[in-house]
Nanobody, 117 residues
């Protein structure tokens, strides 16, 4: 079955960096676009970044443009989120996502990112 396993979260000071990873299995990774979402306490889940199946196109929410980079390694079935110049407002649980029609959305368990001094 489809599995998405995130890792790389942690506690970091403002201005610091983290790289999140999401290792996928149970489907043909190179056939699917991938996304990173985040959810802060008391807030709705927010789409942060997306990448096409080949990696040729990426998109970002305005609040992370110029600071975050999404990438993928299809040989390793892994998608990454490189986060730089982190801010306290980036604190959230970060989720990896894959959508496959007609079954719908698949989610990982999430990895916590906390930005605090």
């Amino acid at each position: 079955q489809v599995q998405l396993v995130e890792s790389g979260g942690g506690l970091v000071q403002p201005g610091g960096s983290l790289r999140l990873s999401c290792e996928a299995s149970g489907f043909t990774f190179s056939n699917h676009a991938m996304k990173w979402y985040r959810q802060a306490p008391g807030k709705e889940r927010e789409l942060v970044a997306s990448i096409t199946n080949t990696g040729s196109r990426t998109e970002y929410v305005d609040s992370v443009k110029g600071r975050f980079i999404i990438s993928r390694d299809n040989a390793k079935s892994t998608v990454y989120l490189q986060m730089s110049r982190l801010k306290p407002e980036d604190t959230a649980l970060y989720f990896c996502n894959m959508y496959r029609w007609p079954m719908g959305d698949y989610w990982g368990q999430g990895t916590q990112v906390t930005v605090s001094s």
